[in-house]
């Protein structure tokens, strides 16, 4: 893959204004999935704010509506599908890209969240355990999680001018790391995507984006 200059000037990339028919209705759907009644709006606020934060480039508003857009198409193969949709919700809510603690973090104000709607100890722990699925480290072996980890890597699948747009956003995020250094640490990411036998383990995805990931992975460390 290019590696950027670590002294040039990377603009925001992926800005977007949120469609807030999609968020909400997404946001009521969830809740009523879960049986629990909508938190205040100041809460959904701010959610969204968080994902506006001028630090993020990838992991932005554009992110959480792909994201929830893949899962409306899916949303049949969850086995709790209120609690997949509350844990894209917040998945990215804490992020900086410095930090090591962002899926803990967006975690644990989840579970925050959940308990002051009067969620289940399973519930707020089964929301918490997939959005920790989230950090890639790992397999995950569980339905929900695996659809989840899917729809989050969606973007690995996309339409090659959306993949390279992502890549920007990426860099942009990460601008403060030397060229060199960028590069060399990407390529280890993307090329561990592309040792794995599936990228994409539920059937669904796997038919509709794996063969387009391989070929943006390829092309991304080779430089293309």
Known sequence: MRAVASDETLPPVGVMTPDRDVLGHSWERAWASLELASPPE???EQVLAAYGEPQRGYHTLQHLQECL?????????????????????FHDAVYNPRG???EKASAEWAARVLNDAGASATTQQSVHDLIMATCHDALPTDADQQLLVDIDLSILGAAPERFAQYERQVRFEYQWVPGPIYGL??????????????I??????HSRWEAQARINLGLAVRGG
Do not use: C, M
Request: glycine share 8%; charged share 30%.
């Open 100 to 102: 090591s603690g962002n």
């Open 200 to 205: 994409y383990a539920t059937d669904i995805f």
């Open 42 to 44: 100041a809460v959904r």
């Open 69 to 89: 857009t893949h899962l409306g198409d899916a949303r049949n193969l969850a086995k709790h599908p209120g609690e997949v949709e509350i844990a894209l919700w």
């Open 185 to 198: 640490k990407r390529q280890q990411v993307l090329r561990g995507f592309l040792k794995r036998e599936r």
